[in-house]
């Protein structure tokens, strides 16, 4: 049962992530009445984004940061977006965003899989 659990949450995290993508490339798009401005940041935006994500909180992280601030980090990206999408007029998309982060991440951490490179195993 607890494999399965992590292994649903683990889901849940990745579907997160690429909701987590959109949501820079949304804030992009609406930073700017320009809209050569608009299409740079709805691209550039998430490719940064999704660039440090994977040097430092995916699975396969090549940087090897502590457990607390790979936390630090992940969290401060999600909110920093959910403020961003709340800014831009979507405020009950940044609301389940962080609310969906809150509820994933400390689901993990209750079931002991933090995120980063200690998560890429089920047990079974």
Known sequence: ???TLVAVFLGLRFL???ALFAAWG???WHA???TVIQVVLMVGLPVVVATG???ALSPKARLGLPLAVRLVVEIALFAAAAMGLWAAGASGWG???ILGEAI???SLLALGR???PEATTVET
């Open 16 to 18: 997160l992530e690429l």
């Open 53 to 55: 994500w994977g040097l």
């Open 104 to 106: 994933v991440l400390g």
């Open 95 to 97: 609301l389940a965003l």
């Open 114 to 116: 933090p995120p980063g």
């Open 32 to 34: 700017s009445d320009s």
């Open 26 to 28: 949304w804030i992009g």
């Open 1 to 3: 049962m607890r494999a």
